[in-house]
């Protein structure tokens, strides 16, 4: 059973930061594109960072240069370190798991419950 898991979602400042986590178990890890998406109320998910099996990254232009994504094979995890929090960051954020061959998605994809991320101007 695919589990992912997110954490560290709270209420902060506006230029303040926060990590999210996201520990995935019923996965082969490393084989997976790891992604942080969000959804403000009344809007669409949208993708926010990504980072690959072989750790290339990208990012929603709305979040280069503030937020990073990194993982721990070792450890089942992916992380979203977010800097210079604006308001308009404030969404669920959640976390997915994707296995590609290339550029072709091979199976389903996977989810987590989501995590409030708020930020007070």
């Known amino acids: 059973q695919v589990q992912l898991v997110e954490s560290g979602g709270g209420l902060v400042q506006a230029g303040g930061s926060l990590r999210l986590s996201c520990a995935a178990s019923?996965?082969?890890?490393?084989?997976?594109?790891m992604g942080w998406y969000r959804q403000a109320p009344g809007k669409e998910r949208e993708l926010v960072a990504r980072i690959t099996s072989s750790r290339s990254t990208n990012y929603a232009d709305s979040v280069k240069g503030r937020f990073t994504i990194s993982r721990d094979n070792a450890g089942n995890t992916v992380y979203l370190q977010m800097n210079s929090l604006k308001p308009e960051d404030t969404a669920v954020y959640y976390c997915s798991a994707a296995m590609y061959r290339g550029s072709t998605k091979i199976g389903d994809d996977y989810w987590g419950q989501g995590t409030q991320v708020t930020v007070s101007s």
């Open positions: 019923g996965i082969t890890f490393s084989f997976y594109t």
